[in-house]
């Protein structure tokens, strides 16, 4: 089946720009989650999703930063003039409804590969 | 959530077992021991997790110690494709809270 999909996969924009990245679901997946990954660097959490709620934003770098998942399907991340520390790829992943013994699996997307110039 | 310390990269030859160490000194008696992994441009990947028994699936065998202060991912026979880098992450379980990656151990796995 299909899994989770982001869009575009590669965006450069000059200094001042602002962004969208969109990231679709699994569908039926609840959970959504954003991070951002810089060069060399593991993954780090942004924001998360419990169907159209965002229930932690605690990661969000800078109030440039704002996600959005208004029917709790399809999420939009967008950076307001974007900054050269704002380049890295940025992951998307969703979760099912949370099982018995710990299995909340997240399911990562390709990522979208932001460069600011 | 409880820190991880992995080795920053390791080799394995192909066919042979790759055994990557991490240690979770200080996890909770209610966090589980997840590997995710990272293939070269791609977005994690779910591998396996872990309370305090050992577990096995098709992709690889997780060991955790009796004291669960650490734990060792096993994969079997390691090919071309297993080369990436792989991520333990302690936390407790649930599917609201996010993934603490730290630096991760790079696993060259070679001809």
């Known amino acids: 089946g299909a899994g989770v999909s982001q869009s575009p996969r590669y965006k450069v924009a000059k200094r001042g720009q602002d962004v969208a990245l969109r990231c679709d679901p699994i569908?039926?997946?609840?959970?959504l989650f954003w991070y951002q990954q810089a060069l060399g660097q593991g993954p780090e959490f942004l924001t998360y999703?419990?169907?159209?709620?965002?229930?932690?934003k605690s990661g969000l770098p800078s109030d440039r930063f704002f996600a959005e998942r208004p029917e709790g399907s399809v999420s939009t991340l967008k950076i307001q003039r974007t900054q050269q520390e704002d380049s890295a790829v940025y992951l998307c992943?969703?979760?099912?409804?949370?099982?018995?013994?710990?299995?909340?699996?997240?399911?990562f997307g390709p990522g979208t590969r932001l460069t600011v110039l | 959530d409880a820190k991880t310390t992995q080795p920053t990269s390791m080799d394995c030859a192909e066919g042979r077992a790759a055994n990557l160490p991490c240690n979770h000194s200080?996890?909770?008696?209610?966090?589980?021991v997840y590997w995710y992994r990272q293939i070269h441009s791609q977005g994690p990947q779910y591998i396996i997790h872990?309370?305090?028994n050992n577990e096995t699936n098709e992709m690889a065998s997780l060991i955790i110690t009796e004291d669960r202060k650490s734990s060792t991912l096993i994969l079997p026979h390691a090919t071309l494709r297993d080369t990436a880098v792989y991520y333990c992450i302690v936390r407790v379980s649930g599917n609201t809270g996010k993934l603490i990656f730290g630096q991760g151990t790079t696993l060259q796995v070679k001809p």
């Open positions: 569908s039926g997946h609840v959970s």
């Open positions: 999703f419990q169907n159209e709620a965002q229930l932690d």
């Open positions: 872990g309370l305090k």
């Open positions: 200080t996890i909770s008696g209610n966090e589980y």
């Open positions: 992943a969703s979760s099912p409804p949370e099982e018995r013994g710990g299995n909340n699996e997240q399911f």
